[in-house]
Nanobody, 125 residues
């Protein structure tokens, strides 16, 4: 059974930092690209960042580019999202996702078949 478990969310002041982690089990981790999405109530799930299976290629949404950094440790089956210079508009539930081939570059949430339970990030003014 494939499972993704996020952690690291919390409450932080604007300008602060958080580091999210997502531990995967039940899959050959390096064989999948990984991604982070976020969602606020009443809105569709929004792409945040993605990383290839090897970790050599990554992508970001315009709203987080230059502030967030995605990385992965294939030996620990873990993907990270370092979030710096956080803004109140970054407040959301953050989800990690898996299920696309390792070199597939897609921001479409429908392409990802496996999701974690989410971790809440709240940025206060």
């Amino acid at each position: 059974q494939v499972r993704l478990v996020e952690s690291g969310g919390g409450l932080v002041q604007a300008g602060g930092s958080l580091r999210l982690s997502c531990v995967a089990s039940g899959l050959t981790f390096r064989s999948y690209a990984m991604a982070w999405f976020r969602q606020t109530p009443g809105k569709e799930r929004e792409f945040v960042s993605r990383i290839s299976g090897s970790g050599g290629i990554s992508g970001y949404s315009d709203s987080v580019k230059g502030r967030f950094t995605i990385s992965r440790d294939n030996n620990k089956s873990t993907v990270f999202l370092q979030m710096n210079s956080l803004k109140p508009e970054d407040t959301a539930v953050y989800y990690c996702a898996a299920g696309v081939p390792p070199e597939t570059q897609t921001n479409d949430p429908n392409a990802y078949s496996t999701w974690g339970q989410g971790t809440q990030v709240t940025v206060s003014r």
